[in-house]
């Protein structure tokens, strides 16, 4: 019975040709790979002349990657990774977000000095820290002895934790800014007046802070763990970069494994095995992302 | 010029019916309000005859024709919307010269026209303004113009008036008044202000939960409103209603507490239980009927509206002027007979006893 | 009693800011510094600082050498531009028409859309090889702006897909009983009105494709090596020419920060309160 009007059917065939493009597209980038990702890891590929031959590799990918150390301790130190990095970013971009946010921190010079490190390009970021970290002439080591909190220089990048932990160090640096500013936007979203109605109930600057700020950003802190998780099991420039995986295999990361194998030691199905099992682990992070911002009920219209 | 009708529209939001069943015709130039709270339907019945959204189910006809497969610009009508809607990167001069540049018109015709409407509204001096660089009730004319360049056939107005203060809200409402004499055209207005409906309409159509609640004049709706929800809704104080019953003792009463009202000899008693709304310009306070308590006393100008204490509830009065009554003191109450308007206590549909 | 914990809360404060702000800006700053001494002074100990020898040798020499970033870097500004500019092109319409042109399931496409945000380049980027090695796209412009859609695209819609939204509705209702087509109020009511967003929108996926390293190091070779994977080998060939590796870094990372500083405004109002409110 309901007829639409010549309008809204205008608007509703204009919809379509305005998303195909961009269906499209991410069609054809995404779409098709992710799905050709998951068949190519029951896969053996190999090289055959001028092209690849393709054969039926059952779950011998998968299974490869349970009896493969390096797969193992890969995916460990990625979890060891991702957790320190979510927690040491949270924490520090709650300060700065907190300090910002104070009358004091009000200026708009600090959210100028919070882009600096995000916009950054990340392989400029590692090469500037490779300069830091480096043994010989680098300020770190220079001023640790100057200050005389070591004797001999360090060689940072050139011992299995060690240098694990100065990539975390160099990663977190760049990424406290954009999580500061996501906090800092939560911030600013509580209403000054649940502040003065505290205030006028008695409330404490720690009550405050417990029983307004933290409720105001639980959906932005849910947010901020959550992307960057993703982006810290991402991380790859700042390994390529600074150490290549050495000493000893002890900076391979999943992301960069899954990289190696698939495109140094040309292993494709299994390289794409390992990033399946990334894609496994991001998708559940995602999930949650995509809960903490699913709006709540939404209200019928009328009037 | 045209006619309106409106046949057994509904529109449905997934479970939620927003207009429910509503037939309406509106004649060639007359000026009809669409009035009742917010969520009563009322704007989105504006913006189904509008063609922005499509009817659920049922037939909009514009002078005799159907519409409902037509756009909003076929359908030849033009709207002012609730704030403004002006294109804010277009001049006061673009503004109201959009519609003609889609239709590719001559660019003198265009400037001849443009300037007509905008000396017509006075905003000449503003022409090459933008938006917000006007005040309020100029962005209201400019939006007014955009509406009139196009000499459509019907106006529909989504509460305009609803961004302006007080005062401005008020002339702004006469000069609506002034365009529809001088034009003539067939106008649907949508308030949720009784006062503006009654100012401005030819008629009024009542609206309630989707329902069609009463379609008349404001005459009508005022003095002989068809139920109870239209006779609370219209007026100025809010009726007062009473529960009561007739009795037969010294002459025909309608006994409210202690207090009887005396009722003519033609009155038709009916067989249902009634209660009765009493208007503040039917009840008198001075020195005859019943002692009872000031409650409240509210000046507003050319009257005060005193409400009292009276058979376990509260009645206001309209007392002419300045009163210097003061809350507590004791005075008589007297009710009018003649404005008492009765309703049925199950179905809240007024009956015409007198 | 109540003033000095004011005055200890301010002290702790303004020392936390300033600690902040070394921390923040000391690399870069130091990044910057050094690329301006010549290798001696980098190389002695401890470092000289000396104004004196402060120099453009470093920028010049990777100018003037054979090491790739005078192509990477215009290598990179095609790609960034045409990913942004046709990521801007394709990514408006699908975000107008998802956030007004009645869409069945729009809220379902936009989480879909988001979700894609989310996956590791990896999964991605190995069938990708494969077929562009194919089809001969491997080591293109063409190539890699097409990859880059994948996550510029993303983006592009989601943001404005928030700003599209806040366009009143009623503007677009006034255009309609104008008698504009759908396309037309699109063209001459929505467009006109958000060209500071979209401009900015453009920037911030010009910021993120120019940065981009994985997909580049995958996907490029010789002709079409972009100004990150020129700053990566150099630092890998020539590990110890500190100055002339700095300077490049600088030199790769002056536009961005420059972008960013400069749309500093639509980056926090627009880009970082999209990420927390759906």
């Known amino acids: 019975m309901q007829t639409t009007n010549e309008y809204n059917r205008k608007r509703y065939r204009l919809g379509l040709w305005f998303v195909a493009p961009a269906v499209f597209v991410l069609l054809i980038v995404l779409a098709y790979p992710i799905f050709a990702s998951l068949v190519l890891s029951f896969l053996r590929v190999r090289f055959a002349g001028q092209g690849l031959s393709f054969e039926f590799n059952g779950l011998n990918n998968y299974a490869d990657l349970l009896r493969k150390d390096l797969f193992r301790e890969a995916l460990f130190r990625s979890v060891y990774y991702t957790v320190i990095e979510v927690v040491s970013v949270i924490v520090l971009a709650l300060l700065v977000a907190l300090m910002l946010n104070h009358p004091l921190g009000r200026s708009a010079f600090y959210r100028v000095v919070l882009l600096v490190p995000w916009a950054l390009a990340p392989v400029a970021n590692a090469v500037l820290w490779k300069w830091i970290y480096n043994a010989n002439y680098g300020i770190l080591n220079q001023a640790l002895r100057g200050l005389g909190a070591i004797e001999e220089n360090i060689i940072w990048l050139g011992k299995p934790w060690l240098a694990l932990n100065m990539i975390l160090v160099a990663d977190i640096w760049k990424a406290v800014p954009f999580i500061a500013l996501l906090i800092l936007a939560g911030l600013q979203n509580i209403p000054s007046y649940l502040y003065k109605a505290a205030r006028l109930d008695g409330a404490n600057a720690w009550q405050q802070f417990v029983h307004i700020t933290l409720p105001g950003i639980k959906t932005t802190f849910v947010i901020s763990i959550v992307l960057q998780s993703i982006w810290a099991l991402k991380v790859f420039d700042l390994i390529y970069v600074l150490t290549k995986g050495s000493p000893a295999d002890s900076t391979v990361l999943l992301n960069y494994l899954s990289w190696r194998e698939t495109f140094s030691n040309l292993d494709i199905g299994y390289g794409a095995a390992i990033a399946n099992v990334l894609f496994a682990l991001m998708l559940m992070l995602a999930l949650v992302y995509i809960r903490a911002l699913r709006p709540r009920q939404p209200q019928a219209q009328g009037g | ?354 | 009693m109540p003033i000095i914990q004011r005055f200890l809360t301010r002290f702790f404060i303004r020392f936390g800011l300033i600690t902040f702000m070394l921390l923040a800006l000391g690399p870069v700053i130091w990044a910057v510094v050094t690329s301006l001494l010549p290798l001696s002074s980098l190389t002695s100990h401890p470092i000289d600082l000396n104004p004196a020898n402060v120099t453009v040798e470093n920028y010049i020499l990777v100018f003037a050498s054979s090491r790739g970033l005078v192509s990477g870097l215009i290598n990179s500004l095609i790609i960034a531009t045409f990913t942004s500019a046709v990521g801007l092109v394709i990514g408006s319409m699908a975000a107008y028409a998802l956030a007004r042109l009645n869409m069945p399931n729009s809220s379902r496409i936009l989480m879909m859309i988001l979700a894609t945000q989310m996956f590791p380049g990896i999964v991605i980027v190995i069938p990708l090889f494969l077929v562009m090695s194919r089809t001969g796209l491997v080591d293109t412009h063409f190539g890699l702006i097409i990859v880059y859609l994948s996550f510029i695209l993303p983006i592009v819609i989601w943001i404005l897909k928030g700003f599209f939204e806040s366009v009143p509705m009623e503007l677009e209702r006034a255009a309609a009983v104008d008698g504009a087509s759908p396309f037309q109020t699109f063209r001459y009511i929505v467009l006109p009105i958000s060209l500071p967003p979209l401009f900015a929108t453009g920037v911030f996926a010009f910021i993120e494709a120019w940065n981009e390293f994985f997909f580049a190091i995958i996907l490029t070779r010789i002709h079409v090596k972009t100004a990150s994977i020129a700053i990566a080998e150099f630092s890998g060939q020539y590990q110890t020419l500190y100055g002339q590796m700095l300077a490049s870094a600088v030199l790769a990372s002056i536009p961005v920060v420059a972008l960013a500083i400069i749309f500093r405004r639509f980056i926090l109002e627009g880009f970082v309160e999209g990420a927390i409110k759906a």
Not at chain 2, 90 to 99: H, K, L, P, R
Not at chain 2, 276 to 282: C, L, P, Q, Y
Not at chain 2, 291 to 303: E, H, N, Y
């Open chain 2, 1 to 354: 010029m045209a006619t309106l009708e409106l046949i057994n529209i509904n529109k449905k939001f997934g479970d939620f019916t927003a207009v429910n069943d509503i037939n309406l015709r509106v004649e060639e130039g007359e000026f009809v309000t669409l009035l009742g709270p917010s969520g009563c339907g009322k704007s989105t019945l504006l913006n189904m005859t509008a063609g922005l959204e499509d009817v659920t189910s049922g037939e909009i006809h514009i002078n005799g024709e159907k519409v409902n497969h037509l756009g909003p610009f076929e359908r030849d009508v033009a709207m002012v919307f609730q704030n403004y809607a002006l294109y804010p990167h277009m001049t006061v001069e673009e503004n109201i010269g959009f519609s003609l540049r889609l239709r590719k018109r001559p660019k003198n015709e265009i400037q001849d026209k443009v300037r007509k409407v905008a000396e017509m509204l006075e905003l000449d001096k503003f022409m090459h303004r933008l938006p917000r660089e006007l005040s309020g009730g100029q962005q209201q004319r400019v939006a007014i113009g955009r509406a009139v360049i196009r000499e459509p056939s019907i106006f529909l107005f989504d509460e305009p008036f609803s961004n302006l203060d007080a005062a401005l809200r008020l002339k702004t409402r006469g000069e609506i008044k002034e365009l529809h004499q001088r034009l003539g055209v067939t106008s649907i207005f949508v308030t949720h202000d009784q006062e503006e409906a009654l100012s401005l309409s030819d008629r009024i159509a009542v609206l309630r939960l989707g329902q069609l609640e009463q379609f008349g004049t404001p005459e009508d709706v005022y003095s002989r409103p068809a139920s109870k929800y239209v006779a609370r809704f219209i007026g100025t104080p809010q009726m007062d209603i009473f529960a009561g019953s007739f009795v037969n003792a010294d002459g025909l009463h309608f006994q409210i507490g202690e207090a009887g009202i005396p009722l003519p000899v033609s009155f038709k008693i009916p067989d249902t239980a009634v209660d009765v709304g009493i208007r503040a310009e039917f009840v008198t306070l001075g020195s005859k009927g019943f002692d009872s308590a000031i409650r409240l006393v509210q000046p507003v100008g050319p009257f005060t509206y005193v409400t009292v204490d009276w058979q376990g509830g509260c009645v206001t009065a309209r007392v002419n002027g300045v009163s210097h009554m003061k809350p507590k003191e004791t005075i008589k109450v007297e009710i009018d007979p003649e404005g008492l308007l009765f309703f049925d206590r199950i179905t809240e549909k007024r009956m015409d006893l007198q």
